[in-house]
């Protein structure tokens, strides 16, 4: 554990300062090779690196160039199923396996179409549950919010590898993230949900891990459970219900409060229900803090990836929580 809390302050470290601020070019980053540059921290390689991860099965997260603990947990787990060094470090053999499992370009063009720019789109997402209660559907607060969560990128890096360009105007074509949109057709037979790592991994019938995802898992006020439980139903756009009885903090309603489905719903774009009263696990409103905070109790996942998982399970499936 202390190797890899290492491993994740010093890549972290790297990428401090004014450099993270700089102008990116697509052939930069398609271009970017460790074998060839003496920096292997370099945004375009870390970007041209997040989106192989992604598109292999091994989530780091939001795609922002970034060597934080996601993306590190994220090479653990690709260098584990591949029988590299589990260093957590991007070295020659991690960076030569990567490039096998896919040619295509790390980014792409998109052109925006009218459902990206139409909405309808919330100006502005409360903070407080009482506030959200209010409306009538969490959407997403404009197109740019839309278009990079459907590339899994942070908005920082949408909008510097497109300066100067309309986000929200039908028709303009746009730099993005080259990720697959089509979950994989497999059948995951096994979840677990490793709250110390702070990731979630899927497993087929035979055994073999077919996903890997960060999250979020529980906190002090409700800590996620530990056992095995099963899948009871998956409820895609679900609307969200607060129980008083959680006490969550901040949250003054004496009332159960009833949340619209959207995006930008507490639990995102969708809902695996468990076996277990209230447990769950599912999507989120900010992806960027995934990993990093807890939830409250549940496993709480990028919505991409809690589509993705979603697509690969069924009632039934087992999920298991390990210490």
């Known amino acids: 554990m202390m190797s890899r809390l290492v491993a994740i302050c010093m890549l972290a470290a790297t990428l401090a300062g004014p450099a993270l601020a700089r102008d990116l070019t697509v052939a930069e980053v398609n271009g970017a090779d460790i074998t060839k540059s003496k920096d292997k921290s370099s945004r375009p390689v870390l970007i041209r690196a997040q989106v192989l991860l992604d598109r292999a099965g091994f989530s780091p997260g939001v795609i922002d160039g970034r060597a934080g603990g996601n993306f590190v947990n994220a090479l653990h787990a690709f260098q584990q199923q591949n029988g590299l060094k589990d260093s957590g470090e991007l070295d020659p053999p991690t960076w030569s396996k990567l490039l096998e499992t896919s040619a295509e370009p790390a980014l792409g063009d998109y052109v925006i179409s009218d459902d990206d720019a139409k909405g309808p789109f919330v100006k ?84 073999k891990l077919v996903g890997f995802y960060p999250a979020s898992i529980g906190s002090e006020e409700k800590p996620a459970p530990t056992g095995t439980f099963k899948i009871t139903r998956v409820v895609r756009d679900p609307v969200y219900i607060y129980n008083p009885k959680f006490q969550f903090r901040g949250v003054r309603a004496h009332q159960k409060l009833k949340i619209a489905p959207g995006p930008n719903n507490p639990v995102g774009s969708v809902w695996m229900n468990l076996n277990e009263r209230s447990y769950g696990l599912h999507g989120t409103a900010e992806p960027a803090k995934v990993g990093k905070t807890y939830s409250h109790g549940c496993v709480r996942m990028t919505n991409w990836d809690a589509k993705k998982l979603a697509a690969m399970v069924k009632k039934g499936t087992k999920v298991e929580f390990v210490d």
């Open 124 to 207: 502005e997402i409360p903070d407080s549950l009482e506030k959200k209660a209010e409306l009538k559907r969490l959407a997403y607060t404009g197109p740019e919010e839309l278009l990079a969560e459907k590339f899994h990128m942070d908005e920082d890096l949408l909008e510097q590898l497109n300066p100067g360009k309309a986000l929200d105007r039908t028709g303009t074509s746009i730099v993005v993230a080259n990720v697959k949109q089509a979950p994989p057709k497999i059948q995951v037979q096994r979840v677990v949900v490793e709250k110390n790592e702070r990731s979630v991994r899927a497993f087929d019938r035979d055994g």
